[in-house]
């Protein structure tokens, strides 16, 4: 199943993406960032479904909560960031 990891900034901002999603009716769930897009540090990202990505976009605007990155992530397990 593919899906997309939002990353986000801390913990606080994950929190905030995840309830911001689920007001807008999309499912969220808050994890640890992978070490392979966490970068330097840890980091916690929002994982929605495919289909859930455009309308989380849009929730995420209006809430005035920019996305650090996306990724989407395939069925091997591998990542690829997507470009906004």
Do not use: N, W
Request: proline letters at 4%.
């Amino acid at each position: 199943m593919l899906y997309y990891l939002i990353v986000c900034r801390s913990l606080t901002h994950a929190q905030r993406t995840a309830a911001a999603l689920e007001r807008g009716g999309i499912t969220a769930r808050i994890l640890r960032s992978p070490k392979s897009i966490a970068g330097e540090g840890c980091s916690h990202s929002v994982k929605v479904s495919q289909r859930s990505l455009p309308e989380a976009l849009r929730i995420l605007q209006r809430a005035e909560l920019s996305p650090k990155r996306i990724f989407i992530t395939a069925g091997d397990g591998s990542y690829q960031e997507v470009e906004l």
